[in-house]
Nanobody, 124 residues
Framework: VQLQASGGGLVQAGGSLRLSCAAS????????MAWFRQAPGKEREFVAAVRWSVGSTNYADSVKGRFTSSRDNAKNTVYLQMNSLKPEDTAAYYCAARKTSAYSVRDSGRYDYWGQGTQVTVSS
């Protein structure tokens, strides 16, 4: 499975961005896709996840109510709609995919495939 993330950019606080992650290859292997982010000097942290087949979602508390993850199976693409952005949301955002339902959705070490990061910068 190959993942291609896009949609990052520079936005003012309170603004919105939508990230996309297109999957290709053996997409039938995908059980769940997720978004993680990593700011300079910080560890990678879970942002959101969506179950590939049914679309159920999970969110980090820090983004709940502001971010929405969705998927379009026909396009093999997941999205992260980010609203009410804050400067603390500034980070490189990564999409990831996993083949199994086992383990926590928040555990980055349990994801099998990763896309390249896309930078999100929120100015105050």
């Amino acid at each position: 499975v190959q993942l291609q993330a896009s949609g990052g950019g520079l936005v003012q606080a309170g603004g919105s961005l939508r990230l996309s992650c297109a999957a290709s290859g053996r997409t039938d292997d995908i059980y769940r896709m997720a978004w993680f982010r990593q700011a300079p000097g910080k560890e990678r942290e879970f942002v959101a996840a969506v179950r590939w087949s049914v679309g159920s979602t999970n969110y980090a508390d820090s983004v709940k109510g502001r971010f929405t993850s969705s998927r379009d199976n026909a396009k093999n693409t997941v999205y992260l709609q980010m609203n009410s952005l804050k400067p603390e949301d500034t980070a490189a955002y990564y999409c990831a995919a996993r083949k199994t339902s086992a383990y926590s959705v928040r555990d980055s070490g349990r994801y099998d495939y990763w896309g390249q990061g896309t930078q999100v910068t929120v100015s105050s």
